[in-house]
């Protein structure tokens, strides 16, 4: 038998996403100069990277939380959310940069992005890990982005179903539909089911 179907394959090994990250920090710790940007977090996904994320920028941030739960594009291709945990911060007159772990059809942070508009920040700019930027639907501005994928991906605080934020790789998933029927499936699965091993690469 030549090898296995594998489950997964590393899209972004850790240290390509920590030297990213540090590109990143960079990039906003020059672009915010003098100011002290107000980091906000959309909870769940995004707190991993957000705790890397504001240590790479080397500068002292102000950080707040927010959760929403999206009623989502099977319910009109709205992108209305409820806002479930609000911020403790007011945000008129801040430089809000607000940190995403992923945008896919943009829904939701278009309508998130109209809200917080209407708390007058001075600036508000979006933050994301990754970016389907061929998949967006919403006219959204997106001003620092980590990996471009049009895959489904786990890991380092993208999850399935609550499952695998601890990875600290991220992992694109081969057919997403194995984890609909089976959300553990890439927990309990052999090595060579998971990552392609030499076995497995065929032509
Ligand atoms: P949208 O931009 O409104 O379509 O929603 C993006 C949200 O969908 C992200 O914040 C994730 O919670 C979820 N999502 C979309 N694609 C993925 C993926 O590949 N892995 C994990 N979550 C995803
Ligand atoms: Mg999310």
Redesign the pocket.
């Known amino acids: 038998m030549h090898g296995t179907v594998a489950l997964a394959r590393i899209a972004h090994t850790e240290e390509e996403i920590r030297t990213r990250v540090r590109e990143l920090g960079a990039a906003i710790r020059d672009d915010y100069g003098e100011s002290r940007p107000l980091l906000v977090s959309l909870l769940k ?1 995004s707190v991993i990277f957000l705790a890397d994320l504001v240590r790479a920028t080397g500068r002292d941030c102000d950080i707040d939380f927010m959760s929403i739960s ?1 009623y989502g594009p099977e319910h009109g291709l709205t ?1 209305v959310v409820r806002i479930v945990k609000d911020l403790e911060e007011p945000l008129e007159g801040r430089d809000v940069l607000v940190v ?10 278009s309508y998130l992005v109209r809200t917080l508009r209407t708390r007058q920040p001075a600036s508000l700019k979006i933050c994301t890990l990754v970016d ?1 930027a061929v998949r967006r639907i919403a006219d959204l501005d997106v001003h620092y982005v980590g990996f471009e994928s049009t ?4 890991g380092y605080g ?3 179903q609550g499952r695998y934020r601890n990875l600290p790789h991220i992992l694109a998933v081969a057919d997403p539909s194995v984890l609909a029927s089976r959300p553990d499936a890439l927990l309990s699965r052999h090595p060579d089911l998971v990552f392609p091993g030499p076995g497995s690469r065929r032509s």
Not at 100 to 106: A, K, P, R, Y
Not at 151 to 154: A, G, M
């Open positions: 996904g999206s992108g995403e772990d992923l945008v896919d059809t943009g829904l939701t942070l389907k895959e489904f991906l786990v993208l999850d399935y």
